[in-house]
């Protein structure tokens, strides 16, 4: 429950009671808020008094009647506007000429509630602002957030792209200044550890470039006839190097072709990413099998794997911007954290969704549903696909 601080600034000692009563036991609950709203009464009896109290107490709203004894209620609306105090002032008043309505309204009042009202008309005026308050908050709120998770990514990114950097000028100026002597064969193991820190520099760069791509949205998408399988074979040689290396097989069960209106570019993203992962977080000797089906609402890529698998709490985090789980078989793998982010980002860039099943030591299937795409008449773009299977 949140509350919200109204102060009733009249000097009818029976309006104010009367306020004080029709809120005492009123809330305000949206399906879209988070938590319901209560109100808690102050009051004031003149303008010089309300003046005072909302220097103090800074309340949330004000319901400011305009004939008052000393100063009237639209000095107290100026001198809320003047200080630029975040507060929504209503306007409680009996004979309102057009003219006071136009300047009140002018000076930032939100509301006008003519004298006498009824409780309903309190209400109603009270839920249309707790609304507005709330949508206010939760507006500042993510935009808080936002900046905060844009300066956590670039003081992640810095790091991960200075740190490669130190090393290979680190191994460099070894070279340069012959410290490990003049014979070039001592100096294989430097080179080797500086191609792998390039290597893992540029796949960190590479997945960038599909994070910016991705972060710009939907008008980049450019859907053609694009043959999945295809996509998925050509994903599979590029990583046949790290698969032999790590005597991995890799089966693929397809039909022979499946050709669909999407962005080939972001269907490569997925089996890049997906084969690539269960390739580095498998284990010596074990199994990558890749399914692909297809029927007339949906497409579903499956990504299996024999691997080191993921607890039930990392699986909740991994899909997050640099999240990347460490333990004592992660640590000599090299990655950017940002692979399975941007992957779901795609995904939901195609009204997709995707999952991840995993036993950690026994391996992890990773299923992405993509519905078929639609073409203006309400059928599926799809083109040939036949139903043979190839591993
Ligand atoms: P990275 O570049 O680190 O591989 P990803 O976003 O692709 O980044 O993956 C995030 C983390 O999820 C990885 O660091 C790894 O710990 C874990 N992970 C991803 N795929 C698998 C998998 N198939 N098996 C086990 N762990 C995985």
Redesign the pocket.
């Known amino acids: 429950m949140a509350t919200l601080k109204i102060l009733v600034v009249d000097d009818e000692p029976g309006i104010r009671s009367g306020v004080t009563r029709i809120l005492r036991n009123f809330k305000v609950d949206y399906p879209f808020m988070d938590e319901m709203y209560d109100f808690e009464i102050t009051e004031a009896a003149t303008g010089e008094e309300a003046i005072e109290q909302i220097d103090r107490e800074q309340p949330d709203i004000v319901l400011l009647d305009n004939k008052l004894p000393g100063i009237q209620g639209v000095t107290v609306l100026e001198d809320i506007r003047n200080k630029k105090y975040d507060i929504f002032v209503v306007m409680i008043t009996s004979y309102a000429s057009l003219e006071l309505a136009i300047k009140v309204t002018h000076d930032g009042a939100v509301d006008f509630i003519p004298k006498p009202f009824t409780p309903q008309e309190l209400k109603s005026s009270l839920e249309t602002i707790t609304k507005q308050i709330y949508l206010k908050r939760m507006a500042r709120k993510m935009k808080h957030e936002g900046k905060q998770i844009r300066f956590q990514f670039l003081s992640v990114l810095s790091h991960e792209l200075k740190a490669p950097l130190n090393a290979v000028e680190g191994y460099l100026n070894m070279v340069k200044e012959r410290q490990l002597g003049t014979n070039l064969n001592d100096y294989n193991d430097l080179i080797d550890r500086s191609l792998k820190r390039l290597h893992g520099m540029r ?2 760069i590479l ?1 960038l470039l599909d994070l910016t791509k991705i972060e710009s949205g939907v008008p980049s998408q450019r859907p053609i006839n694009t043959d999945l399988v295809e996509i998925a074979r050509n994903a599979i040689d590029t990583m046949m190097p790290f698969a032999i290396q790590k005597e991995v097989t890799v089966n693929l069960d397809a039909p022979e072709k499946l050709v669909l209106m999407f962005d080939a570019d972001e269907i490569e993203i997925i089996f890049n ?2 084969i ?3 390739i ?3 284990h010596q000797g074990g199994t990558v099998d890749i399914t692909l089906q297809h029927d007339d609402h949906q497409t579903m890529i499956s ?1 299996k ?1 024999t ?4 607890s039930q709490e ?1 699986q909740e985090r ?2 997050k911007d ?6 004592t078989q ?1 640590k000599n ?11 779901k980002k795609v995904v939901e860039l195609n009204q997709g969704r995707i999952t ?1 099943e ?1 036993q950690p030591g026994q ?2 299937t ?1 299923n992405v549903w993509l519905p078929a795409p639609q073409a203006k008449d309400g059928k599926p773009l799809s083109a040939t696909s036949t139903t043979t299977s190839q591993s």
């Not at 640099?322 to 333990?327: E, G, L, S, T, Y």
């Not at 990655?335 to 992957?343: A, D, F, Q, R, Y």
């Open positions: 796949n960190l997945d990413n997906l690539s992962n269960a580095k977080y498998n990504v794997d691997g080191i698998g993921i990392d991994l899909f640099f999240v990347r789980i460490k333990n992660t793998i090299t990655g950017s954290g940002l692979g399975l982010s941007i992957v991840v995993s391996g992890s990773f």
